[in-house]
């Protein structure tokens, strides 16, 4: 039994698996260009005080699942690790001066995320996300061009199935009557709350309506619901917005409980889900409008909407659905060698192809010619080079090994040989 394992919530990717991800980073990336979000990094760590202001205190992110770090200096600052992306790409936009560029700015970011959460299938300790913002446009127009096109990273990526929950939340000026109605309402049945739900009621009441206890279903369906005290601006953009996902095709419901579990969310909330798979735990991802976090950071009052999509939900639902295909990227060719110990001249010709760009492995072990090209056809190379006697001319055998044809090649002319298969695949 090995003396070391990864950590309890987090997980090596072995090639196979993060050949996987790196199929959905390929998705994620291509959509973000046809969109025109700018990809952008920002540091696994920030400021414990950016999310403790701009997700909220009071949330099960900040009290229950942050990471929080002491630096071994005196410096005055606590450090966490990122919980999400949103937090750390509004402090940049703010930080950056980015509210001086043409808005809206939109921006992504890939990569991992980390809460201390209770690991099972599905949620990890340590996370992937692809993340999409929209920083500097209030209208309902752009909510529904992010929605559409996180719908269609699942519908690229091959999830099938694939909803919209949606709801509006309010904002400052209509919230603060529902969340009175929320007290009042779950006050009457404290006795039936958990502690933490008890707790909640004094620190945030529209977060019971986002509780993970089964046993708050019923006291939930038949809670007041959101869309009776909006005011008429909520009311008139979420009418908007249903109108243009009805115009792009997307397939929503109006989920009246829909809240999303952070501080910042205003107005438009939603989530993804596969239809029949709609527990507090199964969204494959979400998000919403967040127009008062800028400011929350320092910078002025900024209209902004995005969401954060989980890679691992994603493949869990591709396996799950038996629609996970992966097949190790093969070699354009495998240079082996008639000469089992001539390993300097498979190495030497291997590096010369592939500083033309192709793709080449040599073969390096000191075996028979035949072990050789049987390694070759098992890496599902397309062909084999053969260094044999005919080097002395200048000459090596290209052996096609899905034709089975061989012919003799110039050395010279061996990259524009293999890069001309490589284009039209042709046989030998």
């Known amino acids: ?235 008139n953009h979420f009418e908007a917005l249903l109108a243009h996902l009805d115009a792009v095709g997307v397939p929503y419901r109006v989920e009246p409980t829909l809240v999303r579990g952070l501080d910042y969310y205003a107005r438009t909330a939603f989530e993804y889900y596969r239809r029949g798979a709609e527990g507090q735990q199964q969204a494959l991802g979400g998000g919403g409008r967040y127009d008062g976090l800028a400011e929350l950071l320092g910078g002025r009052p900024t209209p902004a909407i995005g969401f954060a999509l989980g890679l691992d939900r994603v493949l869990l639902a591709l396996e799950e659905g038996g629609e996970v295909r992966t097949r190790p990227v093969a070699p354009l060719a495998v240079v082996v060698g008639a000469d089992p110990a001539d390993t300097v001249t498979r190495l030497r010709v291997a590096s010369l192809l592939r500083a033309e760009g192709l793709a080449i492995r040599a073969e390096l072990a000191p075996r028979k010619l035949g072990r050789q090209l049987e390694a070759a056809s098992r890496d599902h190379a397309h062909f084999a080079v053969i260094i044999g006697d005919e080097l002395a001319d200048g000459h090596v055998q290209l052996k096609d090994l899905e034709a089975g044809t061989q012919r003799l090649v110039a050395l010279e002319d061996l990259a524009k040989d293999l890069a001309r298969a490589a284009k039209s695949h042709h046989h030998g």
């Open 1 to 235: 039994m090995p003396s070391f394992r990864a950590p309890r919530g987090t997980r090596d990717l072995l090639p196979d698996v993060r050949a996987r991800f790196g199929r959905l980073e390929g998705i994620a990336r291509s959509l973000a260009d046809r969109y025109g979000y700018r990809e952008m990094e920002i540091p696994i760590l920030e400021q414990a005080a950016v999310f403790e202001r701009g997700i909220g205190e009071a949330t099960d992110v900040v009290e229950k699942e942050l990471f929080r770090l002491a630096p071994r200096t005196e410096e005055a600052e606590s450090w966490a690790l990122r919980p999400e992306a949103t937090a750390g790409i509004v402090r940049a936009y703010v930080q950056h001066g980015m509210q001086t560029l043409p808005q809206p700015v939109k921006l992504s970011v890939l990569g991992p995320m980390f809460r201390y959460d209770r690991p099972q299938a599905g949620r990890y300790r340590q996370f992937w996300q692809w993340d999409a913002e929209a920083i500097g446009d209030p209208g309902p127009a752009v909510d529904a061009e992010v929605i559409e096109m996180g719908l269609r990273f699942y519908v690229e990526a091959g999830v099938s199935d694939v909803q919209v929950l949606v709801n509006s939340i309010g904002d400052s000026a209509c919230r603060p009557a529902y969340l009175g109605q929320l007290k009042e309402y779950f006050g009457r049945h404290e006795a039936e709350l958990a502690d933490t739900d008890r707790q909640r009621l004094e620190t945030n009441p529209l977060r019971l309506l986002d509780s993970k206890d089964p046993a708050m279903a019923a006291l939930i369906a038949a809670a007041p619901k959101i869309s009776e005290c909006l005011c008429d601006a909520c009311s």
